[in-house]
């Protein structure tokens, strides 16, 4: 159940009670795409750096170990030993992304792995069975995410064509989370809203699928190559048609400007590999701008990668060592980075609550901005 707790604008601060416990929003989804985070993070260390949501994926997961092997080990919280919310999105995506091994159909997509090349099919159905095996806390619908730039008769093709299949989802889910085996009886759905850059195809579609009174309802099909103004037009446009009070999820972004944008506009929950794909790279953030570790100009600053930090990486250790365990290739380096970033995400999603319950969200977005985008003395900024 999502409880809207308070509104700042059109800012929300939210609650989601799960049967794996409570989820406050804005949210931001540390992404572990095989049960894991990439950088040697592990779930014990997600709690340490206040994790809430972890985001799984399931055509990875299906593809390897199985999902059906995952099921008889107890299903995903217990296969990861995480014990807090878990969302798997539905393979929409990674269908989109293999556009050279797959065809789409109505029944649903016939594709290749990308691990061994064998034949695979993923209908809504399929996608539902997938998620009830792994047992996740939310389970997102099976959709089409449309290439950008596309034409408006394949955009709405394929938009009619995923509120189809929604409609297969939510039938198949509830029979699935009817089966007395089930992994996880009360297995929440998530609805996506495509559309790609037409507002007006966004906005039917909202209406759409806002009359199936799902659990909550996600943005997809954006961050694929549209401007950030694109972007935030379509959020700005749509979010108004969907329920207020059920969460909003925009689907695998962002950066921190990214974030504090769409807070503004009334999303609740966020996910993006950037934290830990660039902190294995070297790449860290402050409140102050990205830092490549790897810049000679570290090599005997003894300081925090940012001073005042509480993740794991500035309270023990400085920029030069971790900048010598990056350059000797040691794995070390590069799991006190990913930390680094998780907690600093976490930790930005915390002080965006703070500030939508203190009633001064503008504020603080608009010094949170200032900081973050400032090219500082040293020459490097803080855009990604």
């Given at each position: 159940?999502?409880?809207?707790l308070?509104?700042?604008?059109?800012?929300?601060?939210?609650?989601?009670t799960?049967v794996?416990?409570?989820?406050?929003?804005p949210?931001f989804?540390?992404v572990?795409t095989?049960a894991?985070?990439?950088?040697?993070?592990?779930s014990?260390?997600?709690?340490g750096?206040?994790?809430?949501?972890?985001?799984?994926n399931?055509?990875?997961?299906?593809?390897?170990?199985?999902?059906?092997?995952?099921?008889k080990?107890?299903?995903?919280?217990?296969?990861m030993?995480?014990?807090r919310?878990i969302?798997?999105?539905?393979?929409?995506f990674?269908?989109?992304?293999?556009?050279?091994l797959?065809?789409i159909?109505?029944?649903?997509?016939?594709?290749?792995?990308?691990?061994?090349?064998?034949?695979i099919?993923?209908?809504?159905?399929?996608?539902?069975?997938?998620?009830s095996?792994?047992?996740s806390t939310i389970?997102?619908?099976?959709?089409?995410?449309?290439?950008?730039p596309?034409?408006?008769e394949?955009?709405?093709?394929?938009v009619?064509?995923?509120t189809?299949?929604?409609?297969?989802?939510?039938?198949?889910?509830q029979?699935?989370?009817s089966?007395?085996?089930?992994?996880?009886?009360?297995?929440m759905?998530?609805g996506?809203n495509?559309?790609?850059?037409?507002?007006d195809?966004r906005?039917?579609?909202?209406?759409?699928?806002?009359?199936l009174?799902?659990?909550?309802?996600a943005?997809?099909?954006?961050a694929v190559?549209?401007s950030?103004?694109?972007?935030?037009?379509?959020?700005?446009?749509?979010?108004?048609?969907l329920?207020?009070?059920?969460?909003?999820?925009?689907m695998?972004?962002g950066?921190?400007?990214n974030?504090?944008?769409?807070?503004?506009?009334g999303?609740d929950?966020?996910?993006?590999?950037?934290?830990s794909?660039?902190?294995?790279?070297?790449?860290?953030y402050?409140?102050?701008?990205k830092?490549?570790?790897f810049n000679?100009?570290?090599?005997?600053?003894d300081?925090?990668?940012?001073?005042?930090?509480?993740?794991?990486?500035?309270?023990?250790h400085t920029?030069?060592y971790?900048?010598?365990?990056l350059?000797?290739?040691?794995?070390?380096?590069?799991?006190?980075c990913v930390?680094?970033?998780?907690?600093?995400?976490?930790?930005?999603?915390?002080?965006i609550?703070?500030?939508?319950?203190?009633?001064?969200?503008?504020?603080?977005?608009?010094?949170?901005?200032?900081g973050?985008?400032a090219?500082?003395?040293?020459?490097?900024?803080?855009?990604?």
């Amino acid at each position: 159940m999502y409880q809207l707790l308070k509104k700042d604008g059109r800012a929300k601060r939210g609650r989601l009670t799960t049967v794996h416990g409570v989820i406050e929003t804005p949210v931001f989804m540390n992404v572990g795409t095989v049960a894991a985070i990439k950088g040697a993070v592990s779930s014990i260390d997600l709690k340490g750096i206040g994790t809430q949501v972890e985001l799984c994926n399931t055509y990875h997961l299906h593809v390897r170990p199985g999902d059906e092997i995952v099921k008889k080990l107890g299903g995903l919280h217990r296969f990861m030993n995480w014990d807090r919310p878990i969302l798997t999105d539905s393979g929409g995506f990674q269908v989109f992304s293999l556009a050279d091994l797959r065809k789409i159909r109505e029944e649903g997509v016939y594709f290749h792995s990308h691990i061994d090349g064998r034949k695979i099919f993923m209908g809504p159905e399929e996608s539902m069975e997938i998620q009830s095996n792994l047992g996740s806390t939310i389970a997102m619908a099976f959709d089409e995410c449309p290439p950008h730039p596309a034409t408006r008769e394949y955009m709405q093709n394929s938009v009619d064509r995923t509120t189809r299949w929604l409609g297969r989802c939510k039938a198949k889910l509830q029979e699935l989370n009817s089966l007395p085996d089930t992994v996880n009886p009360s297995q929440m759905l998530f609805g996506i809203n495509q559309g790609g850059t037409f507002a007006d195809i966004r906005i039917a579609h909202a209406k759409a699928i806002r009359e199936l009174d799902l659990d909550g309802y996600a943005l997809g099909g954006l961050a694929v190559g549209e401007s950030h103004e694109e972007m935030y037009h379509i959020i700005e446009e749509t979010v108004p048609y969907l329920p207020e009070d059920k969460p909003v999820y925009l689907m695998g972004v962002g950066t921190p400007p990214n974030i504090l944008e769409a807070v503004e506009r009334g999303v609740d929950f966020f996910d993006c590999v950037y934290p830990s794909r660039n902190g294995r790279h070297g790449h860290v953030y402050t409140n102050h701008g990205k830092l490549n570790l790897f810049n000679a100009k570290y090599e005997l600053d003894d300081r925090p990668i940012e001073e005042g930090c509480g993740c794991p990486a500035c309270r023990h250790h400085t920029r030069a060592y971790i900048r010598h365990l990056l350059k000797a290739k040691e794995m070390l380096g590069m799991r006190l980075c990913v930390l680094h970033n998780l907690y600093f995400y976490n930790h930005m999603m915390e002080e965006i609550r703070q500030a939508i319950d203190e009633g001064r969200y503008q504020e603080y977005k608009k010094k949170k901005l200032e900081g973050y985008m400032a090219v500082r003395v040293d020459g490097e900024q803080g855009i990604v």
